[in-house]
């Protein structure tokens, strides 16, 4: 069973069990995506998230802290997250928003790291998983779709055959 493809249609997710059982999936992945992003540390990410944020969001809320996060493991459940923390100082009240990337972005191609940065900023603006947040994701990364389906082909072969890069 794919997984991380169960709403994918029927005959894409046999094209995909055909080159698992060819071991191809790994050869396919290398030939499209054959180099590690070089930003390692948080505070690389974070330039990382500001300049993607600048150039594709006019506007839009400040972002406190980016931090690759270790905690979070299922990577079926996220592999980022924003979060909106509001305090109170003095008589104001205060927003602070963050982006956590999981962990295992730190060793991927750069489009699947863009991919997960352009899904967190969208949440920036739409909290929802809906048409208006896909579409907003698209106008940041007109290729947001196939990296997405890209990194679930990833996540399939590491999950059945180990790391890549």
Not at 15 to 27: A, F, P, R, S
Not at 52 to 60: I, T
Request: aromatic share 10%.
């Amino acid at each position: 069973m794919l997984k991380y493809l169960q709403s994918y249609d029927t005959k894409l997710q046999a094209q995909v069990q055909q080159l698992i059982d060819n071991e191809t999936l790994g050869k396919y992945l290398l030939s499209k995506y054959s180099k590690v992003h070089s930003y390692a540390s948080d505070k690389a990410l974070y330039g990382y998230v500001m300049d993607l944020k600048n150039a594709s969001m006019k506007g839009g809320s400040p972002v406190a802290k980016v931090m690759y996060d270790t905690k979070i493991r299922d990577v079926n459940a996220a592999l980022g997250t924003h979060t909106y923390v509001s305090r109170v100082q003095g008589g104001k009240l205060k927003a602070k928003h963050e982006i956590r990337i999981a962990h295992i972005f730190k060793q991927m191609p750069e489009p699947f790291l863009k991919m997960i940065v352009t899904h967190e900023l969208a949440h920036l603006k739409i909290k929802e998983h809906n048409k208006a947040f896909y579409k907003l994701c698209e106008h940041m990364e007109p290729v947001y779709h196939q990296l997405e389906f890209d990194l679930r082909l990833y996540l399939t072969h590491k999950e059945m055959f180990g790391t890549l890069w």
